[in-house]
């Protein structure tokens, strides 16, 4: 599988930004899928993830209530919408994929990674 991660950008606190991420390859729909983030001289952080059929969605603490994640299984695409932007969102956001969903938060469990894409939040 190979990830394509878009829509990132600069945008004030309280702002919104929408990112995609593009899949190729035929078995998407088996992946779980999910964002991290890595801020400069940060680990990189667990953000969000989906299961393979869209029911299950899992939040940090930090962005729950404010980013939500969707996939269009038909698409091979997975989205993360940012609302209510704050400062510390400032990083760069990679998408994910994972079979099975034992370890959906576990950055090192994943088995694909897609280049990332830059979120700047001014304050």
């Known amino acids: 599988v190979q990830l394509q991660a878009s829509g990132g950008g600069l945008v004030q606190a309280g702002g919104s930004l929408r990112l995609s991420c593009a899949a190729s390859?035929?078995?998407?729909?088996?992946?779980?899928m999910g964002w991290f983030r890595q801020a400069p001289g940060k680990e990189r952080e667990f953000v969000t993830a989906?299961?393979?059929?869209?029911?299950?969605?899992y939040y940090a603490d930090s962005v729950k209530g404010r980013f939500t994640i969707s996939r269009d299984n038909a698409k091979n695409t997975v989205y993360l919408q940012m609302n209510s932007l704050k400062p510390e969102d400032t990083a760069v956001y990679y998408c994910?994929?994972?079979?099975?969903?034992?370890?959906?938060?576990?950055?090192?469990?994943?088995?694909?990674w897609g280049q990332g894409t830059q979120v700047t939040v001014s304050s």
């Open positions: 994910a994929a994972v079979v099975g969903l034992t370890y959906y938060d576990t950055a090192r469990k994943y088995d694909y």
């Open positions: 390859g035929r078995t998407f729909s088996s992946y779980t």
């Open positions: 989906i299961n393979w059929d869209g029911i299950s969605t």
